[in-house]
């Protein structure tokens, strides 16, 4: 049934948005406590002779104070954040006062460490409070944190460090994940071998396990923690100043340090929390993303806590100790508003419902997801199974550049539609184009693209301005290009397709084809490599890669394996390639351009149609390929 009152606020502000944008902006940014209240609003500008992108340029906040302080006086005694830990119960609880105090002697801590407004810091962590607590004191400070996902490997460390010129590492003597021991700062260590500047290192002890320690780089939080005072004065910061950097990958060269700022991106995950999930006093909020990813940066951290709500930080997996993990952790945190992957719908769909009806849903009010389309077909299992065909599913399509969700459904306003993310929230203005930029109307198909700034839009690329530009604003002139495929269908809701570029997304995760490729080819025995997306079951997407041997190495199953495992030592687990067919050659142009169309369809196992091969140097290499296909593990 929709909601009468709340359908009409919502036209009421699609209104006002359109109408006066500034206005709207301004009376929104009235959510957040200021310093100095903003008179300007949108200075921004996406064509080439005056870019830029501004928000509010002549307001001052403190993000940290405005996820902290300002809920002191009224529910400085609510619980903020929720942990709780790979083992069922393992767990604590902080209210908004102890985080106040957690986060001031953290901040005290760097302060001591050298650290300052505008030094970089890398966190590599596990999901515990202190990731949030360490993001919260930067913040406090003005630091600008990067936050590293504890499943990189050392290199994809060492590379984040140095690209940010980072001094101050903060890590865990390890991490636990599903059972399993995640070497932490053994990782940093390697990582830091290659990362002469990083003066200092503040390590959180969470596993108890005995590790190294440098003297004079490497100190224990819980050592120095005691020794500084429990108050720091939240600085004053621009609402343009930096706030983090976050890694994403592209469909070319190394991952971009994607910046976001401080006043438009807090206004923009607190507008879209409290629009999409409306959490009040009485609600659980369980957000399962990592804050190694922009959804655990928006939606675990500064989303929930700007609004005051209650969050909870997981540091677990979905089928740890069994696949009712969610759900069983759910009744007993009375969860009432869940928020997670389509990839972990579609593997818990897969283990049967009775590990989810087992336990108790009825807490449960709002189910959300992220990360990539979700099939309908685990649409529908996500609102029925696990919503009891009672809780609003509400799919938010959104992106690390965007800061928080663009497109989705507000929910008991926005009827939904399994499978698409409905349609834009005020404010955003997205378009379909054709290959040459023109403008689609009415039901079509199309690339995604942008036409306006909003507040939580990315500022740039991290040291490399004109990346920015040239990869999101040069495609369609004047316009945000996304990257992403989309069909628009009679009633106006958007279905996203999936990426249009050289980016794969696994399991909700970004990986961008170029990389992959780099690490094959910087092994002994792989001469070149070419890697594509395939269908995957559970991950949405898999990781297919082609690879020719140098001159005289034979392939192997052994060989194989190898090759995948290496990739998880260059990158991470998350890259590691499901698919690994050995190609004495690759379907190249006459001017030796790789056709990835034609290994697209191959990885697709859909051969029937793989359209023109007649500009190929040698049409011959396309049968060897179909007839050397291997199938994803
Ligand atoms: C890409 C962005 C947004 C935080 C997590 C991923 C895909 C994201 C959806 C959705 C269809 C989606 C897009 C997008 N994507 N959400 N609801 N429906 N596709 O952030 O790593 O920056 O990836 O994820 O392809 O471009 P990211």
Redesign the pocket.
Known sequence: MPDTAKAQQLAQSHEAVERDPDAYWLKQAERLDWIRLPEKANESSFEKADFGISWFADGELNVSANCIDRHLATRGDQTAIIFEGDEPGEGRTLTYRELHEEVCRFANVLKAEGCKKGTRVTLYMPMIPEAAIAMLACARIGAVHSVVFGGFSPDSLADRITDCESTILITADGGRRGGKRIPLKENADKALAKCPDVQSVIVVRRTGDDVAMTDERDVWWHERRGEVGAECEPERMNAEDPLFILY?SGSTGKPKGVLHTTGGYLLWVTYTFDTLFGADADDVFWCTADVG???GHSYVVYGPLANGAKTVMFDGVPNYPDPGRFWETSQRLGVTIFYTAPTAIRALMREGDEWVTRHDRSQLRLLG??????NPEAWNWYANVVGEGRCPVV???????TGGAMIAPVPGVVDTKPGS?TKPLPGVMPQLVDAEGAVLEGATSGNLVIAQSWPGQMRSVYGDHERFFQTYFSTYAGKYF???GCRRDEDGYYW?T??VDDVI?VS???MGTAEVESALVAHEDVAEAAVVGMPHDIKGQGIYAFVTLKAGVADSEELRQQLKTWVRGEIGPIATPDALQFAPGLPKTRSGKIMRRILRKIAENDTDSLGDTSTLADPGVVDDLVAGRVSGS
């Open positions: 994403t990813w922009v959804t997801t992220v990360g990539e389309p979700i799919d938010t399509w959104w992106q690390t550049e993310a996304t990257g992403d996203i999936g990426r997304n909700g995760h970004r």
